[in-house]
């Protein structure tokens, strides 16, 4: 598994005026990684007894030793959005969060990376 980032200027723009595409690539070479006490879920569905809404995250990252687990999903919204975005990833997933801790006894944590479409984040 590895995570790249990296920016490129938008081709037809003056050295005044230029823009940057941001983007991160993750790259998995299977959906779910194991090693050790961490298991790595990419784009897979959490199933829990009860049902849940929203409970397909970008990445699901279980560490069995730490009794923890991290769930991150990723937008690109428009700049005024970002941190309104921010705001509903954490409570989209405040559910499935619920059903982990009930479930597997991990402590849950809903990391959203949020990178507004010029490149802004929040302080978050």
Same mark, same amino acid.
């Given at each position: 598994?590895?995570? @790249?980032?990296? &920016?490129?200027?938008?081709?037809?723009?003056?050295?005044?005026?230029?823009?940057h595409t941001y983007h991160i690539i993750i790259i998995m070479s299977k959906p779910v990684y194991e090693e050790g006490d961490v298991t790595?879920?990419?784009?897979?569905?959490?199933?829990?007894?009860?049902?849940?809404? &929203?409970?397909? +995250?970008?990445?699901?990252?279980?560490?069995?030793?730490?009794?923890?687990?991290?769930?991150?999903?990723?937008?690109? +919204?428009?700049?005024?959005?970002?941190?309104?975005?921010?705001?509903?990833?954490?409570?989209?997933?405040? &559910?499935?969060?619920?059903?982990?801790?009930?479930?597997?006894?991990?402590?849950?944590?809903?990391?959203?990376?949020?990178?507004?479409? @010029?490149?802004?984040?929040?302080?978050?």
């Amino acid at each position: 598994m590895g995570i @790249t980032a990296g &920016s490129r200027e938008v081709p037809g723009r003056n050295a005044c005026d230029r823009r940057h595409t941001y983007h991160i690539i993750i790259i998995m070479s299977k959906p779910v990684y194991e090693e050790g006490d961490v298991t790595v879920l990419w784009n897979q569905a959490v199933h829990t007894n009860r049902e849940v809404t &929203s409970n397909r +995250p970008d990445i699901v990252i279980k560490n069995k030793k730490e009794k923890t687990c991290t769930l991150i999903d990723v937008a690109i +919204p428009a700049d005024r959005n970002v941190v309104q975005k921010e705001a509903e990833k954490k409570l989209k997933y405040k &559910s499935l969060c619920i059903e982990i801790l009930r479930i597997w006894n991990l402590e849950c944590t809903v990391v959203p990376v949020i990178i507004g479409a @010029t490149g802004i984040v929040t302080r978050n």
